[in-house]
């Protein structure tokens, strides 16, 4: 009788399982485990070993299959369930116990590209002294973080050189008059950079919890009634406002509440 093959692949692990047989091991996805591997496979009839494409993580293990002679091929997870539900197999244990470990791959490995690109983007600004002081000005504002600084210094230049209307106006912020006639039309923002506007809004979700000036005008905002959407918009425009203050006026979080000028020394 012939047997199947097939190896859920991790970075540290190779999950193995033989069908008919209902045999199942594991082994560390390194040269050791590949050796195990091939050796108890070779005990099988095997017409066919599959492995799910992980990343890279499959390649040493796809290597030393082939390299024995064993029919060792990649398999695309999504297409294998996709037919699995098209055969109405669900095989519910396995597949959620595959997309619980699929799923915290990922997000390790999304998490360690996003650490990367934060740590590339900081290397960047502090390449040059002006961005740097800049960076330090804005990341001084509670609730600033590197993202917000980095998309500030990259994608609104003019911050420092405007009015608090020109900035907000710029942002997208602004609330306009929306009136004709006998109509009077509730006030909303549009126009202005959209990218800088998605950034600055999370930003402000944070700010408008943990920065204590914006977290006592957010709650004034809420005892006076107004609705949950334009308290972050106002909370919005209050932050990019401030932070063109500051750079304007050469001068980090604290000196601009108490009306110091003094420059910032420390990243």
């Known amino acids: 009788m012939l047997s199947f093959c097939g190896v859920d692949v991790s970075k540290d692990r190779l999950d193995v399982l033989v069908l008919p047989e209902q045999q199942s091991f594991s082994v560390s996805n390194d040269v050791a485990g590949w050796a195990e591997v091939v050796a108890r496979l070779r005990g099988f009839a095997i017409a066919a070993i599959g492995l799910e494409a992980s990343g890279g993580y499959e390649r040493g293990a796809m290597r030393a299959l082939l390299a024995a002679g064993l029919p060792a091929c990649q398999v695309n997870p999504f297409k294998l369930r996709q037919f699995a539900r098209a055969s109405g197999v669900l095989a519910r244990l396995l597949e959620d116990a595959m997309l619980q470990r699929l799923s915290r791959r990922r997000i390790a490995r999304l998490v360690a590209d996003i650490e990367s690109l934060d740590a590339h983007l900081v290397e960047i600004v502090d390449t040059d002294a002006a961005l740097a002081h800049r960076y330090r000005l804005l990341t001084s504002m509670p609730g600033v973080g590197l993202v917000l600084a980095c998309t500030l210094i990259a994608l609104l230049p003019e911050l420092g050189v405007m009015s608090r209307k020109q900035v907000a106006a710029l942002v997208g912020v602004a609330p306009y008059a929306f ?9 909303c923002i549009w126009g202005g950079r959209a990218p800088v506007r998605e950034v600055l809004y999370m930003a402000a979700m944070s700010a408008g919890n943990w920065n204590p000036v914006l977290k006592q005008f957010r709650k004034r905002l809420q005892g006076a009634g107004k609705l949950p959407k334009v308290i972050i918009v106002a909370v919005m425009r209050k932050m990019i406002t401030m932070l063109n203050a500051m ?12 009306g110091r000028r003094t420059v910032p020394t420390a990243c």
């Open 247 to 258: 750079v304007r006026d050469d001068v980090a979080w604290a000196d601009h509440l108490h």
């Open 179 to 187: 009136e004709s006639g006998k109509f009077k039309g509730r006030r």
